[in-house]
């Protein structure tokens, strides 16, 4: 099968570069260096999180030529994606085998996971409004509250510093695509500033092989392009007053327009993010950070040239943060959370107002070689009452650049409105979600290269799932997830490698027929393998993705094979300033589906011509 032949090229990329990566500069390096804040909510070195953490910065988005979030994620360790038909469709992340559900997802600071499905609509965050991602893998309740059973991924907007300068990228490609972005920005005194914006267009590929029979995919017969069309704006700025007081504000929005097959074919989309936070540090040993924000998500959905329906989510946000450094090395942080869930549907919805308020306190301190992390956090939602997570951590730096970690934590998750409410699938009844999660981990990080193995096991009571053969969502007694992650990343011979491998196992552990089923939609190995080299002015790299067989179904009748993809990427040095990209992606024209009945794009080319002054 090729899905398996590339599995095992990817392990053998991987396993034997460790044992002759002697020399070279390599980007690890520097990325250990960077700073990272969604693991603690507090600004830490990558190297020094215990949860396990990776950061996607610009330089690593622009490398990869990616033309949306999900071909940017897709792979990565932990990560299971499925789509629904191509460019634009519905997109939803698996986070260690839990639920789509499962994995927090914050922009700027600001939740923003539906209301009404809880996950967040990854097809429309524009990769190029992208600054970096950081994902951290594994509970954060603790810390964040519900929908962080599996993880947290942080999304920050472009940010402007030093002199001003303006940038931009014009893109065309297979499928009809077209695409065109630019924006500036820089720092003026104390302040900075930027603007950027982007404009996205493709005709897209047949959504959905199904037919009008009933059971079959889409439930329609539609054999034509389902194109996409997505404009984006991103404002942002901020100023420092003095050394102990400083504001910034962003103001991410999107538009768009998304064709389908099935009883809704054609939708008009927007999603918009408000971010503002007030950072006060009166001495040394204290800082305060106020943070507020609003994420709407709204949709118009049609059926030819009628309007079928209109579903529009609001979600509004504030909270509290203090951090005080007790004494040297340790530092205890405490805060307030708050939000506001709307949902304005043209469905009726028994409820459809929520709010959320909990109180949270971390401690994180080191002792010589070793760090601790301890969190406990009460949410009191005024539908499902009070629940209260907890975490702890541990680390233990060991000679030769070894890293032992171990961390424990607790999750909750409530229903959502659909969940509860849907005229055609809800069950009023369901309750929160609970979990229990444990992490092992061991690391090496060298001069020149670096890997880590993570072994994890989650169990969650009360699984809210939706079952096929009754059309309803159900809940699971009980899941059981074991899994397990190995990254690994050097310069050999002026080539720079990344490989990425996971193992999930994900289980329902309730009694009856469908007992130690596998859970719906997971691929149970995944890997990626990201080769680059720069030659002079040209840079040449290659991605290698490979996936094993899941089950579209909670009953597993429905098989999805493996598949495998290779996707290849030249970049030319016009100038210091220019720069011409073309990539080939999935140059074996694979035929594959991440959900049944669903078509996944063949064969695709894209050139695109950029300008960015070098500072």
């Known amino acids: 099968m090729p899905q398996f032949r590339l599995l095992s090229m990817a392990v053998a990329l991987a396993l034997p570069v460790a044992a002759f990566a002697q020399s070279g500069n390599t980007d690890t390096a520097t990325d250990l260096d960077q700073i990272v804040v969604t693991s603690t909510r507090t600004a830490i070195a990558l190297e020094d999180s215990i949860a396990p953490t990776q950061v996607i910065d610009r330089a690593t988005i622009e490398r990869s030529q990616a033309t949306s979030l999900q071909e940017l994620l897709q792979g990565r360790a932990g990560i299971n994606l499925v789509n629904s038909g191509g460019a634009g469709k519905l997109t939803t992340l698996f986070m260690r085998g839990t639920n789509s559900a499962h994995t927090l997802v914050l922009i700027d600071g600001v939740r923003v996971n539906l209301a009404d499905f809880a996950f967040a609509t990854f097809q429309n965050i524009p990769v190029e409004q992208i600054e970096r991602v950081e994902i951290m893998r594994g509970p954060g309740s603790s810390l964040y509250g519900s929908e962080a059973i599996g993880g947290v991924i942080q999304i920050f907007t472009r940010r402007d510093h030093g002199a001003f300068a303006p940038h931009f990228q014009l893109g065309a490609g297979s499928n009809g695509l077209r695409e065109a972005s630019g924006g500036f920005g820089g720092s003026i005194g104390r302040g900075w500033f930027g603007a950027d914006a982007g404009y996205q267009r493709t005709d897209g590929i047949n959504a959905c092989r199904g037919s009008a029979t009933l059971f079959q995919g889409c439930y329609a017969d539609e054999p034509d392009r389902d194109g996409y069309r997505n404009h984006s704006l991103n404002l942002r700025g901020g100023y420092t007053f003095s050394d102990a007081l400083s504001v910034e504000a962003s103001a991410l929005r999107t538009e768009g327009e998304n064709e389908y097959d099935g009883f809704y074919n054609y939708s008009e989309i927007m999603q918009q993010v408000f971010s503002g936070k007030l950072r ?108 209260t997570t907890g975490s702890l951590g541990w680390g233990m730096t060991l000679d030769n650049g070894f890293r032992l970690s171990a961390s424990y934590g607790t999750g909750f998750k409530a229903p959502t409105f659909s969940d509860l409410y849907d005229p055609w699938s809800g069950v009023p009844g369901l309750k929160p979600e609970e979990s229990e999660s444990l992490n092992l981990g061991l690391a090496q990080t060298a001069e020149n290269w670096n890997w880590a193995l993570d072994v994890y096991e989650t169990r969650i009571d009360d699984l809210i799932t939706y079952d096929s053969t009754t059309w309803m969502m159900s809940q699971v007694e009980r899941a059981r997830i074991r899994g397990a992650e190995f990254t690994f990343n050097t310069t050999v011979a002026g080539w720079d490698l990344s490989t990425q491998l996971s193992h999930t196992d994900p289980r329902n552990r309730s009694a009856g027929v469908q007992h130690d089923n596998l859970l719906a939609r997971r691929a149970r190995n995944t890997a990626r393998v990201d080769l680059d080299r720069r030659f002079g002015d040209f840079r040449f790299g290659t991605t290698l993705i490979a996936a094993g067989e899941r089950f579209d179904d909670a009953a597993n009748n429905v098989r999805l094979g493996g598949y495998g993809t290779l996707d290849l990427r030249v970049e030319y040095a016009l100038s210091p300033a220019w720069s011409l990209q073309a990539r080939a992606s999935n140059v074996l024209d694979h035929d594959y589906e991440t959900v049944a009945w669903y078509n996944q794009p063949g064969r695709e080319y894209g050139l695109r011509l950029k300008y960015r002054p070098a500072h």
């Open 280 to 387: 006060y540090t009166p001495s040394e040993r204290v800082a305060v950070t106020v943070n507020a924000g609003r994420s709407d998500n709204e949709s118009d959905n049609y059926t030819g040239d009628v309007h079928a329906s209109t579903n529009n989510t609001h979600r509004d946000t504030a909270s509290v943060q203090a951090d005080v450094t007790v004494a040297s090395g340790q530092l205890l942080s405490a805060g307030v959370d708050w939000y506001q869930d709307h949902l304005d549907s043209s469905t009726a919805y028994l409820v459809d107002s929520r709010e959320n308020t909990a109180v949270f306190v971390q401690y994180q301190g080191t002792f010589g070689a070793q760090q601790w992390q301890a969190g406990v956090r009460n949410d009191d939602n005024d539908q499902f009452g009070n629940h």
